[in-house]
């Protein structure tokens, strides 16, 4: 049993990993999963302290994923109508994949644009926004990339400190 929660744990880590670029994909929390997984055997003892704060980071990380395309629409000069363009170019990409994997960074831009052109902004202050909106995308997706290579890494150091009891074919 223990060899297959470490390998299914395995596959949730490296799709944590994928789901920092692909919206459909909570990465964080996929990659929590697999480190729960290789804690749940019976070669690796628990410790609920790493795995609480494992998991308060993976939640604030998906979380502000969310918040902060518009944090960066806000910064750049956008107007709360740009903000709620980009949460909703958010919401276009993860619930009508259009544009596939490259609608998570087209849409939030289009709708902090959008937003801001309703707004009455001119085109120079809107494209300003869209690109906060854009920045802000690429700093959570960088966040949620590091969450997850720093909870595989700790997968693995983990799974070579008691390999001799994870391989233990008895």
Avoid: C, H, R
Wanted: proline share 5%.
């Amino acid at each position: 049993m223990d060899i297959a929660l470490l390998i299914l744990g395995f596959i949730l880590m490296l799709i944590g990993i994928l789901g920092s670029f692909l919206p459909v994909l909570p990465g964080p929390p996929v990659s929590w999963v697999g480190l729960l997984l290789l804690y749940l055997t019976k070669a690796v003892p628990e410790d609920w302290w790493m795995l609480g704060i494992t998991l308060f980071f993976a939640l604030l990380i998906t979380v502000m994923d969310y918040v902060i395309p518009a944090m960066g629409t806000k910064k750049f000069g956008g107007s709360k109508a740009g903000m709620l363009g980009t949460v909703v170019g958010l919401l276009v990409a993860i619930f009508f994949p259009i544009l596939g994997p490259f609608g998570i960074i087209v849409w939030p831009f289009v709708g902090a644009l959008v937003g801001e052109l309703i707004n009455k902004a001119d085109q120079k202050t809107a494209l300003k926004a869209a690109f906060g909106s854009f920045l802000g995308f690429l700093t959570g997706t960088f966040m949620k990339f590091l969450i997850g290579v720093i909870y595989f890494g700790i997968f693995i150091w983990k799974a070579i400190e008691y390999g001799s009891e994870l391989f233990t074919f008895s």
